[in-house]
């Protein structure tokens, strides 16, 4: 008996904490802070085309239903199709865009339809925090 709590106690241990599969809450949030992370970096990288800067805004926020029209608009967009990272962004967000209709469609909660806030960002206290230092 001592032996087979052991071997559960060893076997528990070495299982990661987070052995439960993604939701699809889960997979559509950490998706979206990617496309908005990625979208930062090439706002802000030196070496991309100009035309990057032409690109319409890409801040996601799951819970609001905007969020929709936003990634059709953006994939749609016509320009900086030469530009790998605009390219592999725009796949991105294609597949959060299906993700949303499809597989997550009846999972998820729309809190609010204000398309402005998606064009406006809300900085977190942390980094308001560190853009004030």
Same mark, same amino acid.
């Given at each position: 008996?001592?032996? %087979? ?7 528990? =241990?070495? &299982?990661?904490?987070?052995? !439960?599969? *993604?939701? @699809? ?34 801040? %996601? ?7 929709? =029209?936003? &990634?059709?608009?953006?994939? !749609?967009? *016509?320009? @900086? ?53």
């Amino acid at each position: 008996m001592k032996m %087979l709590l052991l071997l559960i106690a060893l076997l528990s =241990a070495a &299982l990661p904490a987070s052995a !439960a599969p *993604p939701t @699809c809450y889960s997979r559509v949030l950490s998706l979206s802070k990617e496309i908005t992370e990625s979208f930062k970096n090439l706002q802000t990288s030196k070496t991309v085309d100009s035309c990057v800067e032409t690109l319409p805004r890409l801040y %996601l926020d799951i819970h609001n239903y905007c969020v929709l =029209a936003k &990634l059709r608009d953006f994939v !749609a967009y *016509p320009g @900086c199709d030469r530009v790998d990272e605009v390219n592999e962004l725009k796949e991105k967000a294609r597949s959060l865009y299906t993700i949303l209709i499809s597989y997550c469609r009846r999972d998820l909660v729309f809190l609010t339809d204000d398309c402005n806030a998606l064009e406006i960002p809300i900085s977190s206290p942390i980094e308001h925090s560190i853009t004030e230092s």
